[in-house]
């Protein structure tokens, strides 16, 4: 066995044994877990876009992008999905993303985290959106996964989502299922825009081998089946 392959199956043992212990946050191997993340994003611009990754202690960048976006599998919440920020949502969305995944990593409850969260935003430690800006969800990988460490699928479909501090439904005349709702009211509330029919259908068709390879290795227990509506 050579140095490298010896030196990923260390890392990829250390990471199963964080999920084993937390029971929220399954880890992927690296090549997996960077095609998934990239998957959320147009292909015109993953090949120049960062991506982190899980590893034991919390996300790592493991791909230096070129170009202003970067692409992370979430963790945030127990929800998994792959999901690609610009620079104003790295700025200020992914410290979220990644603090969230460090503290679930350290055995911390979705109520702890919660108010941890809340905290920062009290505190100034995280931020709303400054400017108006995207974030792409275009994989229909999605799952979640409770503090028993069960998973599941979870409805999703290929949406572009734009930053809306604090906006409600109401708002916008949003309603779930229309052309555009508020996926929830805070300072990193997003205006979800699902794609059309056909869009979300070729997406579903490109990515299945993908979403099959990663359902195997977190093991995906029951649910709605990729490519439903929802968010």
């Not at 702890?112 to 709303?128: C, P, S, T």
Request: proline share 7%; net charge positive.
């Amino acid at each position: 066995m050579n140095i490298r392959i010896a030196a990923s199956l260390v890392i990829l043992s250390a990471g199963a044994a964080a999920f084993s212990q937390t029971k929220q946050a399954p880890p992927l191997p690296r090549d997996l877990e960077i095609e998934l993340a990239l998957s959320a994003a147009p292909k015109h611009l993953r090949e120049g876009a960062t991506v982190l990754a899980l590893a034991p202690a919390g996300y790592a960048k493991v791909k230096e992008g070129s170009n202003a976006f970067t692409c992370i599998v979430s963790r945030l919440q127990g929800d998994f999905f792959p999901v690609c920020f610009d620079a104003e949502g790295t700025r200020t969305m992914l410290p979220v993303y990644v603090d969230d995944a460090k503290l679930r990593l350290g055995g911390k409850s979705n109520s702890d985290i919660d108010r941890q969260i809340a905290e920062g935003f009290r505190e100034g430690r995280y931020q709303a959106p400054a400017r108006p800006g995207v974030a792409y969800m275009l994989s229909p990988m999605r799952c979640k996964i409770d503090e028993a460490g069960r998973i599941t699928r979870t409805p999703s479909a290929p949406h572009i989502m734009f930053y809306a501090p604090n906006l409600t439904d109401a708002d916008i005349g949003g309603a779930r299922g229309a052309v555009a709702f508020v996926n929830r009211t805070g300072p990193h509330g997003m205006i979800i825009v699902p794609l059309g029919k056909q869009e979300r259908d070729a997406i579903v068709a490109e990515t299945r081998s993908l979403v099959e390879q990663v359902e195997r290795q977190i093991g995906i227990t029951n649910g709605p089946q990729v490519g439903s509506q929802g968010k």
